[in-house]
């Protein structure tokens, strides 16, 4: 398996353009997780899904940010407009119920964001 | 306010000697604990796992001991090598309202030395 995709790896942006970063999760996992890794703030959980069911966004910092997943095998996290202050690596994960959602978390290689 | 509070941003220790990675948590509600493992440019890779009923697992030359009364857990690992060389986190689940969660730490960076 390849393992959860991101895309872009890299992304340098302006302050107040719109970012949409993208998630391909492992074949066959029914939840799929968005984190922020910051020096700051560690790394958070922004927002989770399961069967492409948002479960929990309380993580999501502001109305700025938004995440979508239309299908089992796509995901895609949007902040629209982006600030310096959002520059960080956001990783997508994923993983299987009855394995242990919590315990077999699959992190993708993470997309790290530069706003100017 | 971090719930889950890793104190030592880095940790240097030479090969074959012990590396101890120190974890301390304020949610009593926790009940499941995590490592992880990031190298960089990666994504962080799960380690290994505690339950709350037990106060220590063993996955080769890594160990995870748990302290439920002093809401601390360690990582132990024995003998250290160069490979180990990257940044841990430790994680705590968090079940409330329904809601799974991985609460994470800041990390530690641990470098071993040949």
């Known amino acids: 398996d390849a393992g959860v995709i991101q895309s872009p790896r890299h992304e340098v942006t302006e302050m107040g353009q719109e970012v949409t970063l993208r998630c391909k999760p492992i074949?066959?996992?029914?939840?799929l997780f968005w984190y922020r890794q910051t020096m700051m703030r560690g790394l958070e959980l922004l927002i989770y899904?399961?069967?492409?069911?948002?479960?929990?966004d309380s993580g999501m910092p502001e109305d700025r940010f938004s995440a979508k997943m239309p299908n089992a095998s796509f995901s895609t996290l949007k902040i629209q407009p982006s600030e310096p202050r959002d520059s960080a690596v956001y990783f997508c994960?994923?993983?299987?119920?009855?394995?242990?959602?919590?315990?077999?978390?699959?992190f993708g290689p993470g997309t790290r964001l530069t706003v100017l | 306010d971090q719930q889950v509070k890793q104190n030592s941003p880095s940790l240097s220790v030479q090969e074959g000697r012990i590396s101890i990675l120190n974890c301390d948590y304020t949610?009593?509600?926790?009940?499941?604990f995590l490592w992880y493992k990031k190298y960089p440019a990666e994504g962080p890779t799960f380690l290994i796992s505690?339950?709350?009923?037990?106060d220590k697992n063993e996955d080769g030359r890594f160990t995870v001991f748990l302290n439920k009364s002093a809401k601390h857990l360690s990582l132990h690992i024995v003998p250290s090598q160069p490979g180990d060389s990257a940044v841990y986190f430790c994680?705590?689940?968090?079940?409330?309202?329904?809601?799974?969660?991985?609460?994470f730490g800041k990390g530690t960076k641990l470098t071993v030395n040949p």
């Open positions: 899904f399961n069967n492409n069911v948002p479960i929990d």
């Open positions: 949610n009593s509600m926790f009940d499941y």
């Open positions: 505690i339950s709350s009923i037990k």
């Open positions: 994960a994923s993983s299987l119920a009855g394995q242990g959602a919590i315990d077999t978390q699959y």
């Open positions: 994680a705590a689940s968090e079940v409330k309202g329904g809601s799974e969660k991985l609460v």
């Open positions: 074949s066959g996992h029914d939840y």
